[in-house]
Protein backbone atom coordinates (compact mmCIF):
# COMPACT_ATOMS: atom_id res chain seq x y z
CA UNK A 1 0.00 0.00 0.00
CA UNK A 2 2.97 2.18 1.11
CA UNK A 3 4.54 1.63 -2.72
CA UNK A 4 1.50 2.59 -4.35
CA UNK A 5 1.55 5.24 -2.38
CA UNK A 6 5.23 6.34 -2.71
CA UNK A 7 5.37 5.49 -6.57
CA UNK A 8 2.67 7.49 -6.96
CA UNK A 9 3.72 10.79 -6.07
CA UNK A 10 6.82 10.28 -7.16
CA UNK A 11 5.54 10.04 -10.67
CA UNK A 12 3.20 12.68 -10.20
CA UNK A 13 6.48 14.77 -8.73
CA UNK A 14 8.44 14.00 -12.04
CA UNK A 15 4.93 14.85 -14.71
CA UNK A 16 4.36 18.16 -12.69
CA UNK A 17 7.98 18.94 -12.94
CA UNK A 18 7.80 18.37 -16.79
CA UNK A 19 4.64 20.70 -17.14
CA UNK A 20 2.64 17.63 -17.61
CA UNK A 21 -1.26 18.14 -15.14
CA UNK A 22 -2.03 14.95 -16.54
CA UNK A 23 -2.24 12.78 -13.54
CA UNK A 24 -5.64 11.78 -12.15
CA UNK A 25 -4.44 8.24 -12.70
CA UNK A 26 -1.61 8.62 -9.92
CA UNK A 27 -4.43 10.86 -7.49
CA UNK A 28 -6.62 7.62 -7.30
CA UNK A 29 -3.67 5.61 -7.46
CA UNK A 30 -3.01 7.74 -3.95
CA UNK A 31 -6.39 8.10 -2.75
CA UNK A 32 -6.80 4.13 -2.94
CA UNK A 33 -3.86 3.21 -1.29
CA UNK A 34 -4.17 5.04 1.69
CA UNK A 35 -8.01 4.40 2.37
CA UNK A 36 -6.85 0.43 2.31
CA UNK A 37 -3.87 1.07 4.51
CA UNK A 38 -6.44 3.13 7.44
CA UNK A 39 -8.96 -0.01 6.60
CA UNK A 40 -5.77 -2.17 7.46
CA UNK A 41 -4.95 0.14 10.48
CA UNK A 42 -8.37 0.40 11.81
CA UNK A 43 -8.41 -3.78 11.88
CA UNK A 44 -5.00 -3.93 12.96
CA UNK A 45 -6.04 -1.61 16.03
CA UNK A 46 -9.06 -3.69 16.71
CA UNK A 47 -6.92 -6.73 16.40
CA UNK A 48 -4.38 -4.81 19.41
CA UNK A 49 -7.48 -3.83 21.37
CA UNK A 50 -6.73 -0.41 20.72
CA UNK A 51 -9.45 0.89 18.43
CA UNK A 52 -11.44 3.74 20.03
CA UNK A 53 -14.98 2.90 21.02
CA UNK A 54 -17.90 4.63 21.73
CA UNK A 55 -19.98 1.90 23.92
CA UNK A 56 -23.78 2.64 24.80
CA UNK A 57 -26.40 0.56 26.22
CA UNK A 58 -27.36 -1.78 23.50
CA UNK A 59 -30.58 -4.54 23.03
CA UNK A 60 -28.95 -7.34 21.15
CA UNK A 61 -32.61 -8.53 19.21
CA UNK A 62 -33.25 -4.79 17.79
CA UNK A 63 -29.50 -4.43 16.52
CA UNK A 64 -29.77 -7.97 14.77
CA UNK A 65 -33.75 -7.44 13.57
CA UNK A 66 -32.54 -3.88 12.18
CA UNK A 67 -29.49 -5.93 10.61
CA UNK A 68 -32.02 -8.79 8.71
CA UNK A 69 -31.38 -6.78 5.10
CA UNK A 70 -28.20 -6.22 5.08
CA UNK A 71 -26.98 -9.46 5.68
CA UNK A 72 -29.89 -10.81 3.50
CA UNK A 73 -28.35 -9.31 0.84
CA UNK A 74 -24.76 -9.92 2.12
CA UNK A 75 -25.59 -13.93 2.10
CA UNK A 76 -27.73 -14.13 -1.35
CA UNK A 77 -30.80 -16.11 -2.13
CA UNK A 78 -28.53 -19.10 -2.61
CA UNK A 79 -28.14 -18.67 1.74
CA UNK A 80 -30.81 -19.21 3.59
CA UNK A 81 -31.46 -17.18 7.12
CA UNK A 82 -32.94 -18.38 10.53
CA UNK A 83 -33.17 -15.81 13.07
CA UNK A 84 -33.85 -17.25 16.81
CA UNK A 85 -34.45 -13.87 19.07
CA UNK A 86 -34.51 -14.89 22.81
CA UNK A 87 -37.29 -12.95 25.04
CA UNK A 88 -36.11 -10.81 28.07
CA UNK A 89 -32.95 -10.52 26.52
CA UNK A 90 -30.01 -8.66 28.55
CA UNK A 91 -29.08 -5.53 28.05
CA UNK A 92 -25.23 -4.75 27.02
CA UNK A 93 -22.63 -1.97 27.25
CA UNK A 94 -21.18 -2.17 23.59
CA UNK A 95 -20.01 0.12 20.72
CA UNK A 96 -23.11 -0.37 17.96
CA UNK A 97 -21.43 0.08 14.59
CA UNK A 98 -18.42 -2.51 15.73
CA UNK A 99 -20.91 -5.19 16.84
CA UNK A 100 -22.81 -4.76 13.43
CA UNK A 101 -19.60 -4.79 11.27
CA UNK A 102 -18.64 -7.70 13.64
CA UNK A 103 -21.81 -9.79 12.33
CA UNK A 104 -21.24 -8.77 9.21
CA UNK A 105 -17.41 -10.23 8.99
CA UNK A 106 -19.06 -13.31 10.22
CA UNK A 107 -21.62 -13.31 7.90
CA UNK A 108 -19.25 -12.90 5.01
CA UNK A 109 -16.81 -16.00 6.66
CA UNK A 110 -20.06 -18.27 6.77
CA UNK A 111 -21.16 -16.96 3.67
CA UNK A 112 -17.77 -17.92 1.83
CA UNK A 113 -17.61 -21.16 3.89
CA UNK A 114 -20.66 -21.98 1.88
CA UNK A 115 -20.26 -21.34 -1.84
CA UNK A 116 -23.11 -23.40 -3.30
CA UNK A 117 -25.35 -22.00 -0.89
CA UNK A 118 -26.66 -23.35 3.13
CA UNK A 119 -28.09 -22.43 5.80
CA UNK A 120 -26.77 -19.42 8.53
CA UNK A 121 -28.34 -19.12 11.94
CA UNK A 122 -28.31 -16.10 14.26
CA UNK A 123 -29.41 -16.27 17.39
CA UNK A 124 -29.13 -14.26 21.07
CA UNK A 125 -29.51 -15.98 24.32
CA UNK A 126 -28.75 -14.93 28.15
CA UNK A 127 -26.02 -17.07 29.48
CA UNK A 128 -23.89 -17.30 32.71
CA UNK A 129 -20.48 -18.57 32.09
CA UNK A 130 -19.58 -19.96 35.85
CA UNK A 131 -16.11 -20.15 37.92
CA UNK A 132 -14.98 -23.88 36.08
CA UNK A 133 -15.41 -22.44 32.59
CA UNK A 134 -13.81 -19.07 33.33
CA UNK A 135 -10.56 -20.87 34.80
CA UNK A 136 -10.19 -22.98 31.52
CA UNK A 137 -10.37 -20.27 29.29
CA UNK A 138 -7.89 -16.95 29.29
CA UNK A 139 -9.47 -13.58 29.93
CA UNK A 140 -13.13 -14.76 30.89
CA UNK A 141 -14.67 -13.18 34.22
CA UNK A 142 -17.22 -15.48 35.33
CA UNK A 143 -20.72 -13.90 35.72
CA UNK A 144 -24.04 -12.91 33.21
CA UNK A 145 -23.60 -12.91 29.29
CA UNK A 146 -26.05 -12.15 26.71
CA UNK A 147 -24.34 -14.60 24.08
CA UNK A 148 -25.09 -14.08 19.59
CA UNK A 149 -24.20 -17.17 18.05
CA UNK A 150 -23.81 -17.22 13.95
CA UNK A 151 -23.66 -20.93 12.62
CA UNK A 152 -23.12 -22.13 9.43
CA UNK A 153 -23.60 -25.53 7.69
CA UNK A 154 -20.42 -25.26 5.75
CA UNK A 155 -17.42 -27.98 5.78
CA UNK A 156 -16.27 -26.83 9.37
CA UNK A 157 -12.77 -25.91 10.51
CA UNK A 158 -10.00 -28.80 11.75
CA UNK A 159 -8.35 -28.09 14.97
CA UNK A 160 -5.20 -26.63 13.68
CA UNK A 161 -7.18 -24.15 11.91
CA UNK A 162 -9.46 -23.31 14.55
CA UNK A 163 -6.27 -23.05 16.60
CA UNK A 164 -5.19 -19.75 13.79
CA UNK A 165 -8.62 -18.73 13.25
CA UNK A 166 -7.88 -15.54 15.11
CA UNK A 167 -4.43 -14.54 14.18
CA UNK A 168 -3.59 -11.60 11.69
CA UNK A 169 -3.51 -12.85 8.52
CA UNK A 170 -4.63 -16.01 8.87
CA UNK A 171 -6.69 -17.19 5.96
CA UNK A 172 -7.86 -20.68 4.53
CA UNK A 173 -8.86 -18.43 1.14
CA UNK A 174 -7.21 -18.46 -2.29
CA UNK A 175 -4.67 -15.56 -2.81
CA UNK A 176 -6.82 -12.02 -3.54
CA UNK A 177 -9.81 -13.56 -1.90
CA UNK A 178 -9.02 -12.55 1.78
CA UNK A 179 -7.02 -10.74 4.24
CA UNK A 180 -7.14 -12.88 6.86
CA UNK A 181 -7.78 -9.68 9.24
CA UNK A 182 -11.68 -10.52 9.60
CA UNK A 183 -12.06 -12.62 12.77
CA UNK A 184 -9.11 -10.81 14.47
CA UNK A 185 -10.72 -7.38 14.62
CA UNK A 186 -13.96 -9.63 15.65
CA UNK A 187 -11.63 -11.08 18.48
CA UNK A 188 -10.06 -7.81 19.10
CA UNK A 189 -13.66 -6.18 19.45
CA UNK A 190 -15.03 -8.32 21.65
CA UNK A 191 -12.12 -8.54 24.12
CA UNK A 192 -11.75 -4.69 24.23
CA UNK A 193 -15.48 -5.22 25.28
CA UNK A 194 -14.58 -7.30 28.06
CA UNK A 195 -16.25 -10.39 26.02
CA UNK A 196 -15.33 -13.46 25.00
CA UNK A 197 -15.37 -14.97 21.81
CA UNK A 198 -15.31 -19.23 20.79
CA UNK A 199 -15.41 -21.00 18.10
CA UNK A 200 -17.18 -24.63 17.56
CA UNK A 201 -16.77 -26.03 14.41
CA UNK A 202 -16.22 -30.04 13.05
CA UNK A 203 -14.80 -31.16 9.58
CA UNK A 204 -17.84 -31.46 7.73
CA UNK A 205 -20.36 -30.16 9.82
CA UNK A 206 -20.11 -26.81 9.89
CA UNK A 207 -18.94 -23.80 12.24
CA UNK A 208 -20.54 -21.87 15.23
CA UNK A 209 -19.14 -18.81 16.37
CA UNK A 210 -20.15 -17.27 19.64
CA UNK A 211 -19.73 -14.04 21.30
CA UNK A 212 -20.91 -13.38 25.05
CA UNK A 213 -21.44 -10.02 26.31
CA UNK A 214 -21.51 -8.88 29.62
CA UNK A 215 -24.51 -8.04 30.82
CA UNK A 216 -24.77 -4.08 31.45
CA UNK A 217 -24.22 -3.16 34.77
CA UNK A 218 -26.29 -0.83 35.08
CA UNK A 219 -29.25 -2.63 34.56
CA UNK A 220 -28.86 -4.95 37.39
CA UNK A 221 -30.72 -3.37 40.18
CA UNK A 222 -29.03 -5.65 42.85
CA UNK A 223 -25.08 -5.85 42.51
CA UNK A 224 -25.36 -9.57 43.92
CA UNK A 225 -28.05 -10.53 40.88
CA UNK A 226 -27.49 -13.83 39.96
CA UNK A 227 -28.70 -16.11 36.66
CA UNK A 228 -31.25 -18.53 38.67
CA UNK A 229 -29.51 -21.77 38.83
CA UNK A 230 -31.53 -25.37 38.30
CA UNK A 231 -32.09 -26.87 41.25
CA UNK A 232 -29.49 -29.84 41.90
CA UNK A 233 -30.94 -32.34 42.22
CA UNK A 234 -29.47 -35.79 44.36
CA UNK A 235 -27.89 -38.32 41.80
CA UNK A 236 -29.95 -41.69 41.63
CA UNK A 237 -27.56 -44.24 43.76
CA UNK A 238 -26.38 -46.45 41.90
CA UNK A 239 -26.91 -45.18 38.27
CA UNK A 240 -24.20 -45.35 36.03
CA UNK A 241 -23.14 -43.34 32.80
CA UNK A 242 -21.24 -44.00 29.87
CA UNK A 243 -19.55 -40.57 28.65
CA UNK A 244 -18.37 -40.24 24.78
CA UNK A 245 -16.78 -37.34 24.05
CA UNK A 246 -13.50 -36.82 21.74
CA UNK A 247 -11.80 -34.11 23.03
CA UNK A 248 -10.09 -35.34 25.85
CA UNK A 249 -10.26 -31.59 27.74
CA UNK A 250 -13.80 -31.94 27.62
CA UNK A 251 -14.14 -35.49 28.22
CA UNK A 252 -12.27 -35.02 31.66
CA UNK A 253 -13.94 -32.29 33.13
CA UNK A 254 -17.68 -34.19 32.59
CA UNK A 255 -16.73 -37.04 33.94
CA UNK A 256 -15.24 -34.79 36.91
CA UNK A 257 -18.57 -33.66 37.47
CA UNK A 258 -20.50 -35.89 37.22
CA UNK A 259 -18.55 -38.34 39.96
CA UNK A 260 -18.77 -35.43 42.13
CA UNK A 261 -22.46 -35.36 42.05
CA UNK A 262 -21.75 -39.18 42.56
CA UNK A 263 -22.56 -41.12 39.67
CA UNK A 264 -20.54 -43.86 38.69
CA UNK A 265 -19.17 -43.06 35.59
CA UNK A 266 -17.33 -44.91 32.73
CA UNK A 267 -16.23 -42.99 29.86
CA UNK A 268 -14.80 -43.43 25.70
CA UNK A 269 -13.13 -41.12 23.40
CA UNK A 270 -14.97 -42.79 20.58
CA UNK A 271 -18.33 -44.32 19.23
CA UNK A 272 -16.43 -47.75 18.87
CA UNK A 273 -15.19 -47.82 22.15
CA UNK A 274 -18.30 -46.59 23.67
CA UNK A 275 -19.82 -49.44 21.89
CA UNK A 276 -17.73 -52.05 23.22
CA UNK A 277 -17.64 -50.87 27.10
CA UNK A 278 -21.84 -51.18 26.68
CA UNK A 279 -21.41 -54.52 25.24
CA UNK A 280 -19.32 -55.52 28.23
CA UNK A 281 -20.90 -53.94 30.88
CA UNK A 282 -23.74 -56.02 33.06
CA UNK A 283 -25.72 -52.53 33.02
CA UNK A 284 -25.54 -48.98 32.10
CA UNK A 285 -28.34 -46.18 33.09
CA UNK A 286 -27.52 -43.53 30.91
CA UNK A 287 -26.04 -42.33 27.69
CA UNK A 288 -24.37 -38.82 27.82
CA UNK A 289 -22.59 -38.30 24.65
CA UNK A 290 -21.16 -35.33 22.35
CA UNK A 291 -23.48 -34.35 19.07
CA UNK A 292 -20.49 -34.27 16.76
CA UNK A 293 -17.66 -36.93 16.68
CA UNK A 294 -15.14 -38.92 14.31
CA UNK A 295 -16.82 -42.59 13.19
CA UNK A 296 -20.66 -41.47 13.73
CA UNK A 297 -22.19 -38.64 15.15
CA UNK A 298 -24.23 -38.92 18.64
CA UNK A 299 -27.53 -39.71 17.06
CA UNK A 300 -26.42 -42.38 15.39
CA UNK A 301 -24.48 -43.87 18.27
CA UNK A 302 -27.81 -43.49 20.44
CA UNK A 303 -29.70 -45.68 17.86
CA UNK A 304 -27.26 -48.36 17.85
CA UNK A 305 -26.90 -48.33 21.63
CA UNK A 306 -31.05 -48.31 22.10
CA UNK A 307 -31.11 -50.95 19.93
CA UNK A 308 -28.46 -53.00 21.95
CA UNK A 309 -30.15 -51.78 25.68
CA UNK A 310 -33.70 -50.38 24.52
CA UNK A 311 -34.17 -49.24 28.50
CA UNK A 312 -31.35 -47.09 28.15
CA UNK A 313 -32.17 -43.03 28.57
CA UNK A 314 -29.85 -40.54 26.87
CA UNK A 315 -28.89 -36.54 26.86
CA UNK A 316 -26.66 -35.23 24.17
CA UNK A 317 -24.22 -32.59 24.68
CA UNK A 318 -22.96 -30.05 21.95
CA UNK A 319 -20.84 -26.59 21.21
CA UNK A 320 -23.19 -26.22 18.65
CA UNK A 321 -26.25 -24.06 19.47
CA UNK A 322 -29.99 -26.15 19.94
CA UNK A 323 -31.22 -24.04 17.50
CA UNK A 324 -28.37 -25.27 14.91
CA UNK A 325 -28.81 -28.38 16.01
CA UNK A 326 -32.50 -28.85 15.24
CA UNK A 327 -32.54 -26.37 12.32
CA UNK A 328 -29.65 -28.94 10.84
CA UNK A 329 -32.04 -31.99 11.58
CA UNK A 330 -29.03 -33.50 13.73
CA UNK A 331 -31.74 -34.42 16.76
CA UNK A 332 -35.50 -34.25 16.84
CA UNK A 333 -37.35 -31.70 18.55
CA UNK A 334 -37.45 -32.75 22.47
CA UNK A 335 -34.86 -34.60 22.62
CA UNK A 336 -32.54 -33.82 25.70
CA UNK A 337 -29.87 -31.54 25.29
CA UNK A 338 -27.03 -29.80 26.74
CA UNK A 339 -25.63 -26.76 25.18
CA UNK A 340 -22.09 -26.29 26.05
CA UNK A 341 -20.57 -24.96 28.32
CA UNK A 342 -22.83 -26.25 30.86
CA UNK A 343 -22.27 -25.94 34.82
CA UNK A 344 -22.12 -28.52 37.31
CA UNK A 345 -25.74 -27.38 38.42
CA UNK A 346 -27.00 -27.68 34.71
CA UNK A 347 -25.67 -30.83 34.46
CA UNK A 348 -27.04 -32.13 36.91
CA UNK A 349 -30.94 -31.13 36.19
CA UNK A 350 -30.51 -32.67 32.98
CA UNK A 351 -29.23 -35.86 34.19
CA UNK A 352 -31.31 -35.92 37.02
CA UNK A 353 -34.53 -35.15 34.98
CA UNK A 354 -33.49 -37.93 32.10
CA UNK A 355 -33.34 -40.51 34.96
CA UNK A 356 -36.29 -39.97 36.78
CA UNK A 357 -38.17 -40.05 33.64
CA UNK A 358 -37.55 -43.49 33.56
CA UNK A 359 -38.82 -44.33 36.70
CA UNK A 360 -42.55 -43.30 36.03
Known sequence: MMAVILSATSLMRRRLAAGD?????????????ARRAATLTQRLLAFAR????????????????????????????????????????????????????SLLNLAVNARDAMPG??????????THLDDAYASQNDEVTAGQYVMIAVTDNGPGMTPEVMAKAFEPFFTTKPVGKGTGLGLSQVYGFVKQSKGHIKIYSEPG?????????????????????EAPKPPTAAPREGAIILVVEDDPHVREVTVAMLRDLGYVVVHAARPSEALEK???LARVDLLFTDVVMPEMNGRHLADKALAMRPGLKVVFATGYTQNAILHNGILDAGTDLLVKPFSIDTLAAKIAQALAREER
Open 278 to 280: LNG
Open 21 to 33: TKVDTFVDAVEDG
Open 205 to 225: QGTSIKIYLPRARNELTDAKA
Open 117 to 126: GGRFTIETTN
Open 50 to 101: KQPLSPELLDANLLVSNMSELLRRTLGEQVSIETVLAGGLWSVMADSSQLEN
